[in-house]
């Protein structure tokens, strides 16, 4: 069992930057595949990065090349960096996890990740 409770959250102006961090407490989170979500009102929640437990990363498109995704598995913590920040951004952000066996690679799809947290707002004006 892995409880997982976000930070970082807040309102930043268009092209700034924010550091959302995840705490997790639990057993063997250093075998779990990590993954941040978000959420706009009225759409879908939607897979921005992921990370392993050897610390490979995967991005969504609409985050690629703004975005880092990291761990400390000493600490049971996962963070996301996101740089030159759009009003687009504008979402709950949530982070996740799922035990995995396989230590190089997660998976995007959101329906894999078995913990959830309640999510941070990051809100981004123009």
């Known amino acids: ?28 989170y250093s075998r779990y595949c990590m993954g941040w ?5 009225g759409k879908e929640r939607g897979w921005v990065a992921w990370i392993s437990s050897v610390l490979n990363t995967g991005y969504a498109d609409s985050v690629k090349g703004r ?12 963070y996301l960096q996101i740089n030159s920040l759009k009003p ?13 066996d396989t230590a190089y690679s997660c998976t995007g799809t959101a329906g894999r990740y078995d913990y ?11």
């Not at 975005?67 to 996962?78: E, K, M, Q, Y």
């Open 116 to 126: 959830w947290g309640q999510g941070t707002q990051v809100t981004v004006s123009s």
């Open 37 to 41: 979500f978000r959420q706009a009102p």
């Open 67 to 78: 975005a880092t995704i990291s761990r400390v598995n000493a600490d049971n913590t996962l």
């Open 88 to 100: 687009e951004d504008t979402a709950m952000y949530f982070c996740a996890a799922y035990y995995s």
């Open 1 to 28: 069992q892995v409880q997982l409770v976000e930070s970082g959250g807040g309102s930043v102006q268009s092209g700034g930057s924010l550091r959302l961090s995840c705490a997790a407490s639990g057993t063997g």
